[in-house]
């Protein structure tokens, strides 16, 4: 599987964050206790600080460098941002600190990298990769940063990265001009350049080079927690992929542009949220229907009763959102698609940044909406199924949205002990975003499952 590798990794990070200092969990004193209000906030034992987060959505623009009709290929690019003491998602990659002080990091990686060549060849050959990696980081008094990065794509083609970056503060802009060398292995820049992973189109093999790399990221904060986001990039290929066959220009460029949603930077950030971790059970059934048929109440049964288990972990990363009280958390989950008729048992794992809504009448009942990253060993039937109808080359990696509505037991029932605990519906949907996404395969489509959970805060 493209992506096994890489998924797991990162999962691995993030679904033990309960564990770790990622969570920074303080102890309430007996003091604070004795003055706080009898409601169910004065029965945690718990607080969680506000993390550093964003999520945000980009079109990225890239020239092709082969020798194509087409000379530029666009794609929809969701992302999310995290810092915490040991786990970091930015944008595109990810990772973790395994050792850091004030002047050095050495952090193991995961970066999404695209392969750019014309839309309508991205679903058959699903170029886009993750590579995995480790990174030297270290920092000046200046704000800059030295990396030494060793990366390797999911196939063991290996290549090294030398860069320097500068981080710029001026009012409400911020900017990170950076500059690179890239040294390619014979058989990564063969397996890129000269397409030796594209049997019909060449077979030829090329040796190693250095690429060098410009660019400057920029971000602009509009309004609380609005931002804008650009960047552009320029590469210089080296002689050896220049002179491949299937290559026609030495330079190639890109673009990003976007906006996010930030921590405000004009606010200091909280260090005892109102909101706290959850842990989430849930169960539910496939449906080939679509989303809209499903808001509407037009749900078709699956016929061969396909049905998934899941378990979500939610960590906090603020309680508002443009001065509006929505809760907000950074939530791993796990999933177990149950063998069939049609299709063996298979994983899935989501990444995703989850909002809460609460509704405080009669009872306490809330909305919910995430937005992530999913992957399954395999793909399902509901959604293999679908995409053969399509005509489409299924993706294992795809874009995720869970839809979910739940009501306070507490409430309810007028039960103190449950006063933390939520039973709740949800839409678990996995889609490739109309076409627009090179890194899900291009695809128009994917899969729903209806879902019941019950949902624990602690």
């Known amino acids: 599987m493209r992506y096994c590798k890489a998924i797991s990794l990162t999962l691995a990070f993030f679904a033990s964050a309960n564990l770790q200092a990622e969570s920074t969990h303080i102890e309430k004193s007996q003091t604070n206790s004795n003055n706080i209000s009898s409601t169910s906030d004065s029965k945690r034992s718990k607080v969680f600080e506000e993390k550093t987060w964003g999520l945000g959505v980009l079109f990225r623009n890239a020239e092709i460098p082969f020798d194509t009709q087409a000379n530029n290929v666009t794609s929809f690019v969701p992302m999310m941002f995290y810092q915490g003491d040991t786990f970091f998602i930015r ?47 270290k920092s000046f008094y200046n704000n800059s940063f030295l990396d030494v990065e060793l990366f390797s794509d999911l196939e063991g083609n290996p290549y090294a990265n030398l860069s320097q970056s500068w981080y710029f503060h001026y009012d409400s802009w911020e900017f990170i001009p950076k500059i690179s060398a890239r040294y390619k292995s014979a058989s990564f820049n063969s397996h890129y350049y000269a397409l030796a992973n594209i049997e019909e189109l060449a077979k030829e093999s090329i040796g190693a080079g250095i690429e060098f790399h410009a660019g400057i990221e920029t971000r602009y904060h509009v309004a609380k927690n609005f931002y804008l986001l650009a960047s552009f990039n320029g590469t210089l290929l080296d002689n050896n992929a220049y002179n491949s066959t299937a290559v026609s220009q030495r330079w190639q460029s890109e673009a990003y542009l976007g906006f996010a949603f930030f921590n405000d930077i004009s606010k200091p950030k909280k260090s005892d949220l109102s909101n706290h971790g959850y842990l989430r059970l849930a169960h539910g059934w496939a449906t080939p229907s679509n989303i809209g048929d499903i808001l509407t109440g037009d749900t078709v049964k699956d016929e061969y009763n396909n049905q998934l288990t899941s378990i979500f972990y939610g960590l906090p990363l603020t309680d508002e959102l443009f001065s509006l009280p929505l809760d907000i958390y950074l939530t791993p989950g796990f999933l177990w698609h149950w063998n069939s008729e049609v299709q063996d048992s298979e994983q899935e794992y989501v990444l995703a940044i989850k909002a809460y809504y609460t509704i405080n009448w009669p009872v306490r009942w809330r909305l919910g909406l995430a937005e992530g990253l999913s992957y ?61 996404a090179s890194q899900f395969g291009r695809i128009k489509g994917g899969s729903n499952y209806n879902t019941v959970y019950i949902q624990f805060d602690f």
């Open 91 to 137: 944008g595109i990659e990810g990772g973790a600190h395994l050792y850091q002080n004030n002047d050095w990091q050495f952090n193991t990686m995961a970066r999404m990298r695209f392969f750019d060549i014309p839309a309508e060849y991205q679903n058959e050959v699903q170029g886009d990769t993750i590579d995995l990696g480790f990174q030297a980081r």
């Open 376 to 436: 399954v060993s395999d793909v399902t039937y509901i959604e293999a199924s679908e995409m053969e109808r399509k005509g489409y080359r299924p993706s294992e990696l795809m874009n995720y949205i869970d839809f979910t509505l739940d009501i306070n037991l507490g409430d309810i029932f007028k039960i103190n002990a449950l006063n933390e605990t939520w039973l709740g519906y949800s839409i678990h949907h996995r889609s490739a975003i109309f076409e627009s």
